[in-house]
């Protein structure tokens, strides 16, 4: 009856950590460049069962489970869609990799979410205020580039330019797209950041492109998260009879001892 109950608690435990996944998935169906991530099982550990009283076969050691646990989320790094806006501070990566970012606090962070705006300083910057990379040419003072809607220009390759009254383009400098290596070696920071994870080492991306005027939508499938949804509380709800099942098994136990 114990094991019955740590199988069923354990099954719960596991299975409210993959409801909780697919609701933060849920919650960020609309969320500009949001990956969705999944929650692997696996046992814990098996007993082998060599005591008087339990039928086993002839010549074989059986043994039982002790339940299962949720393992770490890992994300989903599928492209989502990409959705023209005809903003010119809007950019979409066509591929993999990730635009990176410098905090309010200084530190380096990465995210997929493109859509940018000019902040007073004329400085690109995400949602959050995080001011955008960008590598400047050789010659070019980056307090004197001041962006506008109007002048800015981000080709395929991630070049950036600055266009004048006569359309003439000057190049200032590049958009870096980053990447690291395994689909677990970033950590969320909140606020659709990223950090690597300590001892990952970040890479330039080279084959992206990123499409200005563009936005890449989440990579949550609606119809996926509901089936998984209903599977998950499904499980749930089977470990959490289990649970009641051993509970009324040692009732009737007790009620027995006690006569």
Known sequence: ????????????????????????????????????????????????????????????????????????????????????????????????????????????????????????????????????????????NPNSVKFTNSNIVITEDGGVGIKDTQSNITSIGKINLYNAVGDNSMSSAGNNLFVPNQGVQMNQVTGSKIKQGYIEGSNVDLATSMTDMIKAQRAYEISSKSVKTADEMWGMVNSLVSK
Do not use: C, H
């Not at 991530?37 to 039928?55: A, C, H, I, R």
């Not at 489970?65 to 990566?93: L, M, P, Y």
């Open 1 to 140: 009856m114990f094991r019955i109950m740590w199988n069923g608690t354990s099954g719960m435990y596991a299975n409210q950590e993959k409801l909780d996944a697919i609701s933060n998935d849920l919650a960020n169906l609309e969320t500009v460049g949001y990956k969705s991530e999944q929650v692997s099982f696996s046992n814990l550990m098996y007993e082998t069962l060599k005591k008087d009283g339990y039928p086993v076969s002839s010549g074989k050691t059986p043994s039982t489970g002790t339940g299962v646990k949720a393992d770490s989320w890992i994300r989903d790094n599928s492209e989502g869609t990409i959705t023209q806006t005809n903003n010119n501070t809007d950019f979409a990566i066509d591929g993999e990799g990730y635009f990176r970012v410098t905090t309010q606090d200084g530190s380096k962070a990465y995210e997929r979410n493109g859509q940018f705006s000019i902040n007073d300083n004329g400085n690109l910057v995400d949602g959050n205020g995080n001011l955008l990379d960008i590598q400047y040419n050789a010659g070019v």
